[in-house]
Every structure is written in structure tokens, then in C-alpha cells.
């Protein structure tokens, strides 16, 4: 029944935080709330308006890292690891539960997702679940990312493929907090 209760009252705060506290312009507020509905959460990280949560239990976010707006953070399927300085930018999927295209009864099957330090995801990508962003990795704007990409590689498609490599020293910290976005 201790159970079944803890359940209910996480599932509350998910939707309390989706559906309300996401919307507030106030970014020290967003922040308050996401750190009580996630496992853990860094310091100065950027969290934007319309971010959508599910099952923060398993979603730990680092040091400065920024989540953009509208950004989906899927932890129903496993973990979901965003490093430190890394940055998501908006109207971004990162799934860690699916359905088994294969399975004659629809079954679902999830996976650990990480994002690894300073890695850059662009508008709109989607991530699979299983998948490691390398550190420093950047994906492009619109890819479907299916596979691991390997550190400081630049990746874009459907699915996803490098298509260059990133040359930098990634000795950036990011400090990404605006007002009322």
C-alpha cells in the first residue's frame, strides 16, 4: 500500500510540474521544482519553459547544463544522464522507452540514455533509448539519433551519421539563465 502511495503522490508531482510549474517565467522557480522531481540535479543549470518530465526518478542533470524549451526528458524506460555544460535545445525528444516494433503484442522496451560533458544537441533531435552522446559530441538540427555517438563527432540525418569532427578544447561553462524564458 507504502507503494502504491509514493507512486500516486510522484505521479502528482510530475503532472504539478508539467502542467504548471513549467509555465511560471520565473527560472528560480522551474529550477526549485525540477530539483524535487528528479533524482538529481547540478548547479546553474538553464531550465526553460515547457520543459515536459516523465519519471524524474531516473533523470539526473549536471552543472550548467541547459534545457531548452518544450524539451522531453523520458525516464519511464531507465536513466537518463545530461552532463555537465551540456546543452539541449528546444522542441528535443530524448526517449529511454519504446515500443518493440518486432513484438506481436506492442510490448515496451527501454534503455539508459547519457548525454555526455559538453555535448551540444540542436532544435528538434530526437534521441533513442540505449544511446551514449559522446563528450562534446554535436548533433544537428532534426536528426534521429539511433545509434552512440562517439565523442567530439559531429552527427546529423535520419538516422543519424558523423559528418565531421569537432575541433575544440571544450574549456567552456556555460551560464544560460534568462529571466523570463
Known amino acids: 500500500m507504502l507503494k502504491r502511495a509514493q507512486a500516486k503522490a510522484a505521479f502528482l508531482k510530475q503532472?504539478?510540474?508539467n502542467d504548471v510549474i513549467t509555465h511560471i517565467p520565473i527560472?528560480?522557480?522551474r529550477v526549485l521544482f525540477f530539483r524535487w522531481i528528479v533524482r538529481s540535479c547540478g548547479n546553474g543549470i538553464g531550465l526553460l519553459r515547457g520543459v515536459e518530465v516523465r519519471v524524474g526518478k531516473n533523470i539526473s542533470v549536471g552543472d550548467r547544463a541547459v534545457i531548452n524549451k518544450k524539451v522531453l526528458l523520458d525516464g519511464r524506460g531507465g536513466e537518463l544522464v545530461i552532463g555537465e555544460d551540456a546543452e539541449i535545445a528546444q522542441e528535443s525528444n530524448i526517449w529511454t522507452l519504446e515500443h518493440d516494433i518486432n513484438s506481436s503484442t506492442h510490448a515496451a522496451s527501454g534503455a539508459n540514455?547519457?548525454?555526455e560533458d559538453h555535448a551540444w544537441i540542436a532544435s528538434r533531435v530526437t534521441i533513442l533509448?540505449?544511446?551514449?552522446?559522446?563528450r562534446g559530441a554535436v548533433v544537428?538540427?532534426?536528426?534521429?539519433?539511433?545509434k552512440d555517438v562517439?565523442?567530439?563527432?559531429?552527427v546529423a540525418g535520419i538516422p543519424a551519421k558523423v559528418i565531421g569532427q569537432r575541433n575544440n578544447p571544450l574549456t567552456y561553462r556555460l551560464?544560460?539563465?534568462?529571466w523570463f524564458l
Open 15 to 17: 503532472i504539478l510540474f
Open 27 to 29: 527560472r528560480w522557480i
Open 129 to 134: 533509448p540505449g544511446v551514449r552522446i559522446g
Open 150 to 154: 562517439p565523442a567530439l563527432s559531429i
Open 175 to 178: 551560464n544560460y539563465k534568462p
Open 140 to 146: 544537428a538540427c532534426g536528426s534521429v539519433v539511433t
Open 113 to 115: 540514455v547519457t548525454i
